[in-house]
Each structure stands twice: as C-alpha cells, then as structure tokens.
C-alpha cells in the first residue's frame, strides 16, 4: 500500500470541542501540540476560526471555538514542524477577523460548506488564499449531494484557488465502495486539485475508509486522537500514524498523549461508536436524533429508536 504522499490533519480540538463545547485547558492543547508535533503528524486543527458575533451561545464555549490570535501566540510560543490550522464555516466568519498569515499561528484555512454555498466558500477561499493561507474546501454531507449539484460544484472549483477538496462524511454512512466511487469522481473532475478525506466511525469504518481513500491517492486524512470527535467520532490518529506505510510517523508520542489526556477524558466525556450512531450511519442521516437520545432516560432503547426513525407513521405517545 502506498501511502507516503499522506499527510494527517489531526482535528482533536476542533471536532473534539463539539463534544464538550470545546472545554480544553490551554495545558491540555499544548501537551496535545507536543505530542502531535514529536509523532511527525503533519496539521494540528487548533479549532475553529468563525467570528462570536455571528453566533449564538458564544459566551458559554471554550476559547477554541472562536480562536484569537493573541490568544494562539500564548498557548503556542514556539511553533515546531506540525502547522496549525483552523476551520470556519460559512456564514458564520467575518473576514476581517483573519489577519494575514505572515501576521497569524495559523497556516491552513478550511472553509466548510453545504454544496449550496460552495459559491460563498469559494469566495472566502480567495479571500484567505490571497492572505497566504493554504486553504481547503469541505463540502459537507456529501452523501446527501444530489448528481446534477456536484457537477455543478465541479465547475466552479476547478477554476478556483483552493489547494485541496475534501470528501466529507458527514453522516458516517459511507462505504468503501461509496468512498471508491467519489474519490474517482472528485480526480476525473478535479484533475489539478489535490484532496482530502475526513471520515466518521458510526459504522466503523473511519479508518478503513481513511486507508481506501489513501490507496487511491487522497493526500490529507483527517484524524483526531482516541477518535473523539461528534457523535460517533472520526478516524482515530494513533491508527493513521501507526499503520501509514513509508513515512516518518511515530506511534510513542501519540499513545503518550493518549494515556496522558484522553484516557481520562473519555472517563467524563461520550464519543464514539455507540449504536444510535450505528442506526443514524446506516440510515444515512444526521446523527443529531441519536445525540438527543443519549442525553436522555432512554438512552439505550435502540429498538424504539430504530422505529422511530424507520416507521415515522406510527404515533409513538400511545
């Protein structure tokens, strides 16, 4: 298998964060940057760059979800090998709030975005091209993508600035033929544009998924440590680090910081692959519904959830 054109994009704060509201120390992120930056692991998603203004219940999450540089330039003092990035999501960034990157910690931008918008991520890729940033485009819930949409999609990425696309499943529903079909699509379309893949474990297929998409030439993997990430999570980085053939990984940093941090983490903190997870992935929908479920009594009555979501007809409050 030949993976060493891969790189990782560790987003265990970022997606993380989704989980506890982005409550990290700054000690828990810097041992997380050490850690990632000594295993050789190429990106460290540092968490989200949108702006508080144009969000609601920005005062109750943690400094990662609407990074500062000031703020970065402390946590972070002295950058190693590993580059850090930032996700925004559009709609819910001012540009004006990214400074240029000869001015920023950060050095890769990713634009998230629903295939209707990809017209308004593309503008805001310009915008953070033009500043210097490497950039990424991420197009959610692929699996929801209409046929006629993507084409669409296709044509006004190829033309743009952006470096790398992304296969985004959302859903965790994706198969390895699923992920087969759409990397062929994505490189017959998108011929000058490298890609990346992030994935999520609802079926337990984030890592096999991660390794099918890299055989065939998908460049950045997204990961995050123990696999913490919404919901069922994503693929879990110790697994890429350790398995990627012909690269410069190493696996002792990781199990460090997995031992260190989030070991204990998870004792407080559900993610992971639960079986309403399984039911939402198989379903190919949101996991939202199943999220509900676990903060609630009847958190593990999956067969009354399994009919809900399968037999919407029938009146359940009898």
């Not at 918008?117 to 915008?127: E, G, I």
Request: net charge negative; hydrophobic share 40%; glycine share 6%.
């Amino acid at each position: 298998m030949k993976t060493n054109h891969c790189k990782i994009v560790d987003c265990t704060i970022r997606d993380g964060g989704l989980v506890n509201n982005w409550d990290f120390s700054v000690d828990f992120v810097q041992q997380l940057y050490a850690g990632l930056n000594e295993a050789g692991v190429d990106y460290m998603e540092i968490g989200y760059k949108n702006s508080p203004k144009l969000l609601k219940g920005a005062e109750e999450a943690g400094p990662w979800r609407f990074l500062n540089d000031d703020f970065l330039r402390k946590v972070i003092p002295q950058k190693g090998n590993t580059k850090l990035s930032a996700l925004v999501d559009v709609g819910r960034v001012d540009e004006n709030d990214i400074l240029p990157r000869s001015e920023s910690m950060l050095d890769l931008i990713r634009v998230a975005c629903y295939s209707k918008d990809v017209d308004k991520a593309l503008a805001l890729v310009q915008t953070f091209h033009d500043r210097g940033y490497e950039t990424t485009l991420n197009i959610m819930a692929l699996s929801n993508v209409m046929e006629n949409e993507l084409l669409e999609a296709f044509e006004l990425i190829k033309e743009s600035a952006v470096d790398v696309v992304y296969i985004v499943d959302s859903y965790g529903s994706l198969d390895h033929n699923d992920v087969k079909y759409l990397v062929e699509k994505f490189k017959t379309h998108l011929p000058n544009k490298r890609l990346g893949v992030h994935t999520h474990n609802n079926m337990q297929l984030a890592f096999s998924n991660s390794l099918v998409a890299a055989e065939l030439g998908v460049e950045l993997l997204d990961a995050s440590v123990y696999g913490m990430g919404r919901a069922a999570g994503n693929c879990p980085t110790e697994l890429l680090v350790a398995h990627l053939k012909g690269t410069k990984y190493n696996l002792r940093p990781v199990l460090g910081v997995l031992e260190q941090l989030m070991v204990p983490l998870r004792e407080k903190e559900e993610w992971g692959y639960i079986l309403p997870y399984m039911i939402t992935g198989t379903l190919d929908e949101h996991p939202r519904s199943a999220m509900a479920l676990r903060s609630s009594e009847d958190k593990d009555k999956v067969v009354d959830f399994y009919d809900k979501l399968t037999t919407p007809e029938v009146n359940f409050d009898k």
